[in-house]
């Protein structure tokens, strides 16, 4: 079974930078695709970054492009990373993966939705 092991979150300053890292184990090669999702305090998860696994395409929701890069390894580590930079309070938030065989704007779809979750790793951005 696929599992997700997402790492890297902590408590930052505005401004600052994080790097998240997501371990996938199990078996991968049903998907074609990887993202990383988030769940600020009160409100329903959300799209954060998508990439494929081969080709390397990417999707941004909105609000962090130009902010945050996500990318992964090129080998069989099956990880993949999120950087964030100049992080805002309104960034402050449980961050996921996952992993799925859909195009990625599927995967950035509001109603978009996963059986699994891993246990994600906790972002809080305050001064």
């Known amino acids: 079974q696929i599992q997700f092991q997402e790492s890297g979150g902590g408590l930052v300053q505005p401004g600052e930078s994080l790097r998240l890292v997501c371990r996938v184990t199990g078996h991968r090669f049903g998907s074609s695709a990887i993202g990383w999702f988030r769940q600020p305090p009160g409100k329903e998860r959300e799209f954060v970054a998508a990439?494929?696994?081969?080709?390397?395409?990417?999707?941004y929701a909105g609000s962090v492009k130009g902010r945050f890069t996500i990318s992964k390894t090129n080998d069989a580590a099956n990880v993949a990373y999120l950087d964030m930079s100049n992080l805002k309070p309104a960034d402050t938030a449980v961050y996921y993966c996952n992993a799925d065989s859909v195009p990625l704007d599927t995967m950035a779809r509001p109603d978009y939705e996963r059986d699994y979750w891993g246990q994600g790793t906790q972002v809080i951005v305050s001064s």
């Open positions: 990439i494929t696994w081969s080709a390397g395409a990417t999707l």
